[in-house]
């Protein structure tokens, strides 16, 4: 089993849907979640952290359940340039600073 | 400030050589990492350092080499490219080395075609 798994997608949704993304993880030690956002063929860039409270940015909400070991991310309004790949990524517990990185979400927004 | 900057963007190798990948920020960052990401896979770590002269092996890091001897540079080498080692080679930065995972900063990527 991997240690983080999302669906590959593609999702294709168009301008104005909500859509919703899940990501699951096998370490029940991990503590830091994140959502990274990928352009076809550039580098990562952090779209938001995941609290266990939940949290807002915008259009997009980040959620945590540790029981189930998931994480979400909903976007709502979708635009246009939210086309993009969202990678799930978990802390690997008792190291410095490593991250597991899922093999990402695809989503594509339609006019 | 040019943050993480890779070089080269794109390069294509025969089976069997070596070459280095560079990686620097300027930001003062104790951490760096290596990834590697393919079609399916997500990225994947091959070593990593919380600092100047400290080095430590990823998930995959065999066929790789790394050294830290600044803050600012890590960069990785090829030792015999082979063919499983086409992909995109990320290069990463974080503030602090040990605790909390905080935002990874990312290079552009360096494309290495082995053939």
């Known amino acids: 089993r991997k240690e983080v798994e999302q669906d590959p997608g593609p999702f294709n949704v168009p301008e104005g849907a909500t859509v919703a993304f899940n990501c699951t993880y096998s370490?029940?030690?991990?503590?830091?979640f994140f959502w990274y956002r990928q352009d076809c063929r550039k580098e990562p860039k952090l779209l938001m952290s995941v609290y266990s409270s939940g949290n807002e940015d915008g259009r997009f909400t980040a959620q945590l359940n540790r029981a189930s070991q998931y994480i979400s991310l909903l976007i709502r309004d979708s635009k246009l340039s939210d086309s993009a790949t969202y990678l799930c990524?978990?802390?690997?517990?008792?190291?410095?600073?490593?991250?597991?990185f899922g093999a990402g979400t695809r989503l594509a927004v339609h006019p | 400030n040019a943050g993480v900057t890779q070089t080269p963007k794109f390069q294509v190798l025969k089976t069997g050589q070596s070459m280095t990948l560079q990686c620097a920020q300027d930001m003062n960052h104790e951490y760096m990492s290596w990834y590697r990401q393919d079609p399916g896979m997500g990225l994947r770590l091959i070593h990593y350092?919380?600092?100047?002269?400290?080095?430590d092996q990823g998930e995959v890091p065999n066929g790789y080499n790394v050294s830290r001897s600044t803050t600012e540079d890590f960069p990785l080498r090829l030792l015999s490219a082979a063919p499983s080692q086409t992909s995109v080679y990320f290069c990463a930065s974080t503030p602090r080395a040990a605790g909390l995972a905080d935002t990874q900063y990312f290079g552009p990527g360096t494309r290495l075609t082995v053939l």
């Open positions: 370490n029940s030690a991990s503590q830091s």
């Open positions: 990524v978990v802390n690997s517990p008792g190291g410095y600073n490593k991250l597991i």
């Open positions: 350092s919380v600092g100047a002269g400290i080095t």
